[in-house]
Protein backbone atom coordinates (compact mmCIF):
# COMPACT_ATOMS: atom_id res chain seq x y z
CA UNK A 1 0.00 0.00 0.00
CA UNK A 2 2.56 2.51 1.39
CA UNK A 3 4.80 1.56 -1.54
CA UNK A 4 2.95 3.28 -4.72
CA UNK A 5 3.52 6.68 -2.70
CA UNK A 6 6.96 6.49 -2.13
CA UNK A 7 9.66 8.05 -3.91
CA UNK A 8 12.41 6.14 -5.40
CA UNK A 9 14.98 8.61 -4.74
CA UNK A 10 14.40 8.02 -1.15
CA UNK A 11 13.46 4.20 0.58
CA UNK A 12 12.87 5.14 4.28
CA UNK A 13 12.29 1.55 4.35
CA UNK A 14 15.55 0.85 4.11
CA UNK A 15 17.00 3.47 6.25
CA UNK A 16 14.66 2.53 8.93
CA UNK A 17 15.75 -1.56 8.40
CA UNK A 18 19.53 -0.39 8.70
CA UNK A 19 18.52 1.40 11.84
CA UNK A 20 16.98 -1.54 13.51
CA UNK A 21 19.24 -3.84 12.24
CA UNK A 22 22.30 -1.72 14.54
CA UNK A 23 19.84 -1.97 17.69
CA UNK A 24 19.32 -5.66 16.85
CA UNK A 25 23.43 -5.64 16.84
CA UNK A 26 23.63 -3.94 20.00
CA UNK A 27 21.53 -5.66 21.49
CA UNK A 28 23.20 -8.96 20.67
CA UNK A 29 26.42 -7.94 21.83
CA UNK A 30 24.90 -6.58 25.41
CA UNK A 31 23.35 -10.32 26.05
CA UNK A 32 27.60 -11.45 25.07
CA UNK A 33 28.83 -9.23 27.09
CA UNK A 34 26.53 -10.11 30.02
CA UNK A 35 26.72 -13.94 29.96
CA UNK A 36 30.33 -13.88 29.32
CA UNK A 37 32.12 -12.51 32.88
CA UNK A 38 35.36 -10.86 31.73
CA UNK A 39 34.31 -10.18 28.21
CA UNK A 40 33.77 -6.29 29.12
CA UNK A 41 36.82 -4.97 28.05
CA UNK A 42 37.55 -1.85 25.69
CA UNK A 43 37.06 -3.43 22.64
CA UNK A 44 33.73 -4.68 23.50
CA UNK A 45 33.28 -1.14 25.16
CA UNK A 46 34.29 0.41 22.29
CA UNK A 47 32.44 -1.88 19.43
CA UNK A 48 29.24 -0.96 21.09
CA UNK A 49 30.13 2.67 20.95
CA UNK A 50 30.44 2.51 17.32
CA UNK A 51 26.89 0.68 16.96
CA UNK A 52 25.38 3.47 19.03
CA UNK A 53 27.47 6.29 16.32
CA UNK A 54 25.93 3.90 13.21
CA UNK A 55 22.46 4.40 14.66
CA UNK A 56 22.45 7.90 15.38
CA UNK A 57 24.42 8.64 11.57
CA UNK A 58 21.52 6.74 10.59
CA UNK A 59 18.83 8.48 12.23
CA UNK A 60 20.13 12.07 11.48
CA UNK A 61 19.99 10.75 7.70
CA UNK A 62 16.43 9.49 8.12
CA UNK A 63 15.31 13.22 9.47
CA UNK A 64 17.92 15.46 6.83
CA UNK A 65 15.75 13.16 4.22
CA UNK A 66 12.66 13.88 6.01
CA UNK A 67 13.15 17.17 5.82
CA UNK A 68 13.76 16.66 2.02
CA UNK A 69 10.88 14.74 0.65
CA UNK A 70 8.22 16.48 0.05
CA UNK A 71 5.61 12.21 -0.51
CA UNK A 72 6.76 10.14 2.09
CA UNK A 73 5.35 6.27 3.03
CA UNK A 74 3.40 7.66 6.28
CA UNK A 75 2.97 10.76 7.75
CA UNK A 76 5.75 12.57 9.04
CA UNK A 77 5.48 12.60 12.95
CA UNK A 78 5.34 8.64 12.42
CA UNK A 79 8.39 8.70 10.59
CA UNK A 80 10.06 11.46 13.37
CA UNK A 81 8.31 8.97 16.11
CA UNK A 82 9.28 5.80 14.87
CA UNK A 83 12.89 6.91 14.01
CA UNK A 84 13.68 8.08 17.10
CA UNK A 85 12.33 5.48 19.45
CA UNK A 86 14.78 3.05 17.52
CA UNK A 87 17.43 5.12 17.82
CA UNK A 88 16.29 5.24 21.91
CA UNK A 89 17.46 1.49 21.90
CA UNK A 90 20.92 1.74 20.91
CA UNK A 91 21.14 4.73 22.73
CA UNK A 92 20.06 3.14 25.79
CA UNK A 93 21.79 -0.23 25.47
CA UNK A 94 25.29 1.97 25.26
CA UNK A 95 24.09 3.66 28.20
CA UNK A 96 23.83 0.07 29.81
CA UNK A 97 27.68 -0.93 28.94
CA UNK A 98 29.08 2.32 29.66
CA UNK A 99 27.39 2.00 33.31
CA UNK A 100 28.60 -1.47 33.73
CA UNK A 101 32.30 -0.46 32.46
CA UNK A 102 32.41 2.70 35.17
CA UNK A 103 30.70 0.43 37.71
CA UNK A 104 33.34 -2.48 36.53
CA UNK A 105 30.43 -5.01 36.71
CA UNK A 106 31.77 -8.05 34.42
CA UNK A 107 29.07 -10.76 33.18
CA UNK A 108 27.84 -13.78 34.97
CA UNK A 109 24.75 -12.39 37.02
CA UNK A 110 21.83 -14.40 36.78
CA UNK A 111 19.30 -11.95 36.76
CA UNK A 112 21.12 -9.63 34.46
CA UNK A 113 21.48 -12.45 32.09
CA UNK A 114 17.92 -13.17 31.76
CA UNK A 115 16.94 -9.64 31.42
CA UNK A 116 19.42 -9.55 28.41
CA UNK A 117 17.54 -12.25 27.18
CA UNK A 118 14.38 -10.65 27.06
CA UNK A 119 15.75 -7.45 25.57
CA UNK A 120 17.41 -9.44 22.62
CA UNK A 121 14.37 -11.39 22.09
CA UNK A 122 12.02 -8.04 22.28
CA UNK A 123 14.79 -6.12 19.71
CA UNK A 124 13.98 -8.67 17.54
CA UNK A 125 10.58 -8.57 17.78
CA UNK A 126 10.72 -4.44 17.03
CA UNK A 127 12.79 -5.49 13.92
CA UNK A 128 9.97 -7.54 12.92
CA UNK A 129 7.89 -5.36 12.94
CA UNK A 130 9.41 -1.92 11.70
CA UNK A 131 10.49 -4.70 8.54
CA UNK A 132 7.22 -5.23 7.96
CA UNK A 133 5.98 -1.98 7.66
CA UNK A 134 6.87 -2.32 3.97
CA UNK A 135 3.53 -3.94 3.01
CA UNK A 136 0.78 -3.55 5.40
CA UNK A 137 -0.14 -7.03 4.27
CA UNK A 138 1.54 -7.95 7.10
CA UNK A 139 -0.19 -6.15 9.78
CA UNK A 140 -1.44 -9.46 11.37
CA UNK A 141 2.48 -10.23 11.69
CA UNK A 142 3.51 -6.92 12.61
CA UNK A 143 0.50 -7.22 15.66
CA UNK A 144 1.75 -10.66 16.63
CA UNK A 145 5.35 -8.95 17.25
CA UNK A 146 4.17 -6.13 19.44
CA UNK A 147 1.81 -8.08 21.31
CA UNK A 148 5.16 -10.24 21.95
CA UNK A 149 6.91 -6.91 23.17
CA UNK A 150 4.09 -5.51 25.08
CA UNK A 151 4.46 -9.13 26.92
CA UNK A 152 7.75 -9.04 27.60
CA UNK A 153 7.64 -5.29 28.47
CA UNK A 154 5.48 -6.67 31.27
CA UNK A 155 7.63 -9.61 32.12
CA UNK A 156 10.22 -6.69 32.77
CA UNK A 157 8.18 -5.06 35.34
CA UNK A 158 7.39 -8.53 37.16
CA UNK A 159 11.32 -9.28 37.00
CA UNK A 160 12.77 -6.06 37.97
CA UNK A 161 10.31 -6.03 41.20
CA UNK A 162 11.33 -9.43 41.99
CA UNK A 163 14.91 -8.57 41.66
CA UNK A 164 14.20 -5.67 43.86
CA UNK A 165 12.91 -7.43 46.85
CA UNK A 166 16.10 -9.94 46.91
CA UNK A 167 18.70 -7.18 46.16
CA UNK A 168 17.68 -4.88 49.27
CA UNK A 169 16.95 -8.08 51.31
CA UNK A 170 20.27 -9.79 50.76
CA UNK A 171 22.71 -7.46 49.55
CA UNK A 172 25.24 -6.41 52.01
CA UNK A 173 27.44 -3.28 50.46
CA UNK A 174 25.02 -0.65 49.50
CA UNK A 175 27.17 0.74 47.27
CA UNK A 176 26.46 -2.55 45.17
CA UNK A 177 22.87 -2.49 46.12
CA UNK A 178 23.10 1.59 44.13
CA UNK A 179 24.73 -0.01 41.37
CA UNK A 180 22.83 -3.24 40.66
CA UNK A 181 19.10 -1.25 41.03
CA UNK A 182 20.53 1.04 38.72
CA UNK A 183 21.39 -1.40 36.41
CA UNK A 184 18.56 -3.07 36.54
CA UNK A 185 16.18 -0.34 36.28
CA UNK A 186 18.24 0.38 32.94
CA UNK A 187 17.17 -3.00 31.52
CA UNK A 188 13.50 -2.41 32.23
CA UNK A 189 13.68 0.94 30.99
CA UNK A 190 15.15 -0.59 27.49
CA UNK A 191 12.26 -2.95 27.63
CA UNK A 192 9.80 -0.08 28.27
CA UNK A 193 11.30 1.74 24.81
CA UNK A 194 11.39 -1.18 22.75
CA UNK A 195 7.20 -0.91 23.97
CA UNK A 196 7.66 2.49 22.53
CA UNK A 197 8.52 1.48 19.35
CA UNK A 198 5.27 -1.03 19.18
CA UNK A 199 3.33 2.12 20.01
CA UNK A 200 4.32 3.61 17.20
CA UNK A 201 4.31 0.87 14.97
CA UNK A 202 0.91 -0.01 15.86
CA UNK A 203 -0.78 4.07 15.53
CA UNK A 204 1.32 3.72 11.96
CA UNK A 205 -1.16 1.05 10.97
CA UNK A 206 -3.81 2.23 12.15
CA UNK A 207 -3.41 5.24 10.18
CA UNK A 208 -2.77 3.56 7.35
CA UNK A 209 -4.47 0.21 7.17
Not at 4 to 20: A, C, S
Not at 137 to 147: E, V
Amino acid sequence: MFSRFFPKEVNFFDLFEKQVDCAVKAAKELKEIVCTPGLLQEEAYNKIGAMEHEGDDIAHTIMDQLNKTFITPFDREGIHALTKKIDDITDMVNTIVSRLRVYKIQGGDKYFIEFASMIETSVFHVASAVKGLRDTKNAKAILTSCIEINRLERQGDIMRDKVFVELFENAKDPIQVIKWKEIYEDAETLLDICEDVAHVVESILVKHL
